[in-house]
């Protein structure tokens, strides 16, 4: 849903239902949004849920949240390789052009960072204890 500039209601003609996304590079249901953050880009950065990726019963610490850039205007959704899937316990932050994903799976716990102007992850830009849930970058 949006609020079109200089108007005070529901725009009814717009709207993005994210569990009916077409998602580019991505062939799996997305359920829903979990953290998300608005670019400097003016696009959304999330993590989001797909229950497809892991059947665990415990849904706090079954992989299922991918990272994706959601382009508003386009009313696009697009996976961002190049990390494996993360519990549900994840952050996404920016500082700096770069956009960084909490991601806590069997291999890594910390956060991947996504550059803004190559539009590629970049590694893993930092290890962490414990579960990655909270990033706030200070001025």
Do not use: W
Request: glycine share 8%; hydrophobic share 40%.
């Amino acid at each position: 849903m949006r609020i079109k500039k200089g108007e005070t209601e529901f725009d009814a003609d717009y709207a993005l239902n994210i569990a009916q996304a077409k998602v580019e590079n991505f062939n799996h249901t997305l359920n829903y949004l979990a953290t998300v953050r608005l670019g400097s880009d003016g696009k959304l950065y999330a993590m989001v849920a797909s229950y497809e990726l892991d059947a665990s019963a415990n849904p706090y610490l079954a992989k299922v949240m991918v990272p994706v850039c959601i382009d508003l205007e386009k009313r696009t959704v697009t996976y961002i390789p190049g990390v494996k899937p993360s519990n549900g316990l994840a952050a996404v932050a920016e500082a700096n052009g770069k956009i960084y994903f909490g991601v806590s799976n069997a291999d890594d716990n910390g956060f991947y960072a996504y550059d803004l102007a190559t539009q590629k992850i970049t590694g893993l830009a930092l290890r962490v204890q414990g579960f990655p849930i909270q990033m706030e970058v200070l001025p």
